[in-house]
T-cell receptor
Framework: KAGVTQTPRYLIKTRGQQVTLSCSPI?????VSWYQQTPGQGLQFLFE???????NKGNFPGRFSGRQFSNSRSEMNVSTLELGDSALYLC????????????FGSGTRLTVV | KQEVTQIPAALSVPEGENLVLNCSFT??????LQWFRQDPGKGLTSLLL?????REQTSGRLNASLDKSSGRSTLYIAASQPGDSATYLC???????????FGSGTQLTVLP
């Protein structure tokens, strides 16, 4: 059974550019969440999607956005990149019911220079 | 706002020792609690999931307990091995907030 797949694994971007990260959830999982992990702030919630609808959003600026497709795959986009956006971005998927817990992908390491 | 604290921040033990990692949370209205393991530069691996109605879960050498009323969970690792070296993260899921709130983790080193 395939796990949560995130692409690409590594990215290097320049300040001011934009970036799109992709996440394919476990087959049958309809909820996809995104988290940012930095040494200073730890793991912080970005947003959660279910059936192509954003159900919840964390406390991040509007430069961070996302979407979910009909096959449950999700993308997140960061526009006008800043140095502080350098982080490990993790995607997690879960089944429709919340009591099954979350499965995380390996993450995308974004470096902004 | 839910806050999760993990103690200690770092722990170094000799191989074979039994150890306990602690996690506390401020809002007891949680749906479930999940323990994860993270190796350097990697994603999170789920170790144990405890529902709010449960008191403990076991998987191999790992045992996690949950006391929702006091806002505490512990992860017990028996007979530690060097391969257990990693950062262990505790996360609570609050149904109303629809998100996981993580602690800052315990960095475990098991010395051979």
């Amino acid at each position: 059974k395939a796990g949560v797949t995130q692409t690409p694994r590594y990215l290097i971007k320049t300040r001011g550019q934009q970036v799109t990260l992709s996440c394919s959830p476990i087959s049958g999982h309809r909820s996809v969440s995104w988290y940012q992990q930095t040494p200073g702030q730890g793991l912080q919630f970005l947003f959660e999607y279910f059936s192509e609808t954003q159900r919840n959003k964390g406390n991040f600026p509007g430069r961070f956005s996302g979407r979910q497709f009909s096959n449950s795959r999700s993308e997140m986009n960061v526009s006008t990149l800043e140095l502080g956006d350098s982080a490990l971005y993790l995607c997690a998927s879960s089944r429709e019911r919340d009591d099954y817990g979350y499965t995380f992908g390996s993450g995308t390491r974004l470096t902004v220079v | 706002k839910q806050e999760v604290t993990q103690i200690p921040a770092a722990l170094s033990v000799p191989e074979g020792e039994n150890l306990v990692l602690n996690c506390s949370f401020t809002d007891s209205a949680i749906y479930n609690l999940q323990w994860f393991r993270q190796d350097p530069g990697k994603g999170l691996t789920s170790l144990l999931l405890i529902q709010s109605s449960q008191r403990e879960q076991t998987s191999g050498r790992l045992n996690a307990s949950l006391d929702k009323s006091s806002g505490r969970s512990t992860l017990y690792i028996a007979a530690s091995q060097p391969g257990d070296s990693a950062t262990y993260l505790c996360a609570v899921f609050s149904g109303s907030a629809r998100q996981l709130t993580f602690g800052s983790g315990t960095q475990l080193t098991v010395l051979p």
